[in-house]
């Protein structure tokens, strides 16, 4: 399981015009399952996202995590994100999890998310969607369980 984890100021996703999900200060992360994934990546991918240390203390130094701060946590499903690249001019996709599988470890992920902390958003699994955020930093890290 990989999620592209970045430190935001806000960001909101839409689909079709209608705003389905969108945070204040947090986190936004693209999250792409891999056909190996299981639950036990989802939780640990989910423990690194509430206590990652990306947020500046007083003293500016990236001390504090997501629970620290109570900002919002922006899930957005994102199968490209597990993408090989490695040859060619056109990425394959075989090695991403399929829809089935993808969506049950997204929606269990989502609903873990929810259930550990208060300010839970995300995105509609296999739509399309268009996501607008405003990267603070910018800070950005790729995370895989």
Known sequence: ????????RGARVEVAGEVVGAIDQGLLVLVAVEPEDSREQADKLLHKLLNYRVFSDEQGKMNLS????GGGLLLVSQFTLAADTRNGMRPSFSTAAPPALGAELFDYLLQQ?????TDVASGRFGADMQVHLVNDGPVTFMLQM
Do not use: P, W
Not at 1 to 8: A, D, E, I, S, Y
Not at 113 to 117: D, L, R, S, T
């Open 113 to 117: 998310a929810n259930a550990q902390h």
């Open 1 to 8: 399981m990989r999620g592209l984890l970045q430190r935001v």
């Open 66 to 69: 997501l629970k620290d701060v």
